[in-house]
């Protein structure tokens, strides 16, 4: 059976999809979060707890136009995933390769740089207020 996850490059690629196979796109992207990470390095406690909420807002959102803010970065990996740079994940924390955090310089989907700090209510309060 072919893994839903190689025909989702882009979100747009995500909103064809029936809302039925959500689930199954959403295990495979659990899968392969697990399988990139165990040999690259990462956080999956965090990433792994929020990949339904990833799939859900870029299913729902027209990102990058609707602004996604994570409250700690390594929410972020299956938001990664869906947005165009899952060909380059096993690069995910190494030099020279993506970051663990959203980071705006490496693609229109990261709607600010975001760490450990806690500072999603402040930066989405900013963005809204700049509408």
């Given at each position: ?121 402040s930066a989405a309060l900013g ?5």
């Amino acid at each position: 059976m072919e893994r839903l996850l190689d025909s989702v490059i882009f979100p747009a690629d995500l909103k064809k999809l029936p809302v039925q196979a959500l689930p199954r796109l959403s295990h495979e992207l659990r899968q392969f979060i697990i399988s990139t990470v165990s040999g690259a390095g990462g956080h999956l406690a965090s990433s792994l707890g929020a990949v339904e909420i990833a799939v859900a807002l870029h299913y729902v959102l027209n990102a990058p136009e609707d602004k996604i803010v994570w409250d700690v970065g390594h929410q972020a990996y299956a938001h990664k995933i869906l947005t165009g740079r899952r060909a380059v994940f096993s690069t995910l924390r190494q030099m020279g390769g993506i970051s663990g955090f959203p980071r705006p310089a490496e693609s229109v989907y990261d709607a600010f740089g975001v760490g450990h700090s806690s500072t999603s209510i402040s930066a989405a309060l900013g963005m809204a207020s700049a509408r």
